[in-house]
């Protein structure tokens, strides 16, 4: 699926996330991408701007796409992973595509960026 860079950037909509809790399933919320940064979600449209949750792209070591509508987003530099689910194949690959895009552009920067400190003396 093609998507460009300003779409991936502030891309929005509602998923489901699974629940950290042992048996507990899968619970609507709104998310969004903020200035290609991070990834923020909560329970309300209108909420969003409050979440206090921020998934910075850099930190997401892999982006799956899992069976009929899943996503699963493991974090590189901790032990959680999001257990995430769309409306339908189309979002969840729109999705996938738009965190893999931010992903990789985040990585070519951050090579860029440790190619020029190490130049500076």
């Known amino acids: 699926m093609d998507i460009t860079k300003e779409e991936a950037m502030s891309m929005s909509g509602w998923l489901e996330k699974k629940s950290q809790k042992t048996f507990g399933g899968y619970q609507k919320r709104f998310f969004k991408i903020i200035n290609g940064e ?3 979600y ?18 997401i070591g892999s982006i799956q796409k899992k069976e ?7 974090m590189s530099n901790e032990d959680k992973m999001y257990h995430l689910k769309a409306k339908t194949k189309e979002a969840r690959d729109k999705w996938a595509a738009a965190l893999e895009l931010l992903l990789t552009l985040k990585q070519a920067q951050n090579q860029k960026d440790r190619a020029v400190s190490e130049m500076i003396p």
């Open 38 to 40: 991070y990834l923020t």
């Open 68 to 74: 009929d509508k899943k996503l699963r987003l493991q």
């Open 42 to 59: 909560s329970e309300k449209e209108a909420d969003i701007s409050k979440s206090k949750v921020k998934i910075m792209i850099d930190t």
